[in-house]
Nanobody, 126 residues
Framework: QVQLVESGGGLVQAGGSLRLSCAAS????????MGWFRQAPGKEREFVAA????????YYLDSVKGRFTISRDNTKNTLYLQMNSLKPEDTAVYYC???????????????????WGQGTQVTVSS
């Protein structure tokens, strides 16, 4: 089993930055694709970003391209999401997830991820 724990969320003003972390335990995730999703109140959980096992491939939601950067440190079994130029519409609970079946091309579909964290709240004030 893989346990994922997110951290780094908080309250920030529009235009500010936050860095989310996702620490994995129980098993190495160095050979898993990894992703970030988010869920705003009253909305479905949506894909934000994903990264292949070696960091060579990354994928982003169009609305975060150029503002968010996904990365990973396999020596620390940790996933990151650097979020810059934050907007009020980025407000949501952010979740990290592990996709063990597609290490090279992780899915953008939440149903194809095997392990999930509990989420961390990000609130962007205008």
């Amino acid at each position: 089993q893989v346990q994922l724990v997110e951290s780094g969320g908080g309250l920030v003003q529009a235009g500010g930055s936050l860095r989310l972390s996702c620490a994995a335990s129980g098993r190495t995730v160095s050979n898993y694709g990894m992703g970030w999703f988010r869920q705003a109140p009253g909305k479905e959980r949506e894909f934000v970003a994903a990264i292949s096992w070696n960091g060579g491939n990354t994928y982003y939601l169009d609305s975060v391209k150029g503002r968010f950067t996904i990365s990973r440190d396999n020596t620390k079994n940790t996933l990151y999401l650097q979020m810059n130029s934050l907007k009020p519409e980025d407000t949501a609970v952010y979740y990290c997830a592990a996709d063990q079946s597609r290490p090279g091309t992780p899915s953008t579909r939440r149903g194809e991820y095997d392990y999930w964290g509990q989420g961390t709240q990000v609130t962007v004030s205008s």
